[in-house]
């Protein structure tokens, strides 16, 4: 299983970005798939998730109602958008592919992972 993030970079607060996660390896319509951050010097956070049938859920309580996760399975990409950016959503986000696929998932179900993708917020 290959997983590869694009589109991060540097934005202003209160910017957009859209994260990729183009995936080989594995089919997204059959798997739930994570997106994860990690920050300098903190724990990697488990930010949210969407289902085989296209059921999301966000784990960061800031995140909700921001970022939304989807899918497109014929590209077999999935998708971070994030929007009303702030200066503590900086880090690198990961995206992740589980061994097995349940609802909901738990952050040790993912074993496959991306390179990660920088998202830098600056005020």
């Known amino acids: 299983v290959q997983l590869v993030e694009s589109g991060g970079g540097s934005v202003q607060a209160g910017g957009s970005l859209r994260l990729a996660c183009t995936v080989s390896g594995l089919q997204i319509r059959e798997y739930c798939m994570g997106w994860f951050r990690q920050a300098p010097g903190k724990e990697r956070e488990f930010v949210g998730a969407?289902?085989?049938?296209?059921?999301?859920?966000y784990f960061v309580p800031s995140a909700k109602g921001r970022f939304i996760i989807s899918r497109d399975s014929a590209k077999n990409t999935v998708y971070l958008q994030m929007t009303g950016l702030k200066p503590d959503d900086a880090a690198v986000y990961f995206c992740?592919?589980?061994?097995?696929?349940?609802?909901?998932?738990?952050?040790?179900?993912?074993?496959?992972w991306g390179q990660g993708t920088q998202v830098t917020v600056f005020s």
């Open positions: 969407i289902s085989w049938t296209g059921i999301t859920d």
């Open positions: 992740a592919a589980p061994k097995i696929s349940r609802w909901p998932p738990a952050t040790s179900d993912f074993t496959s």
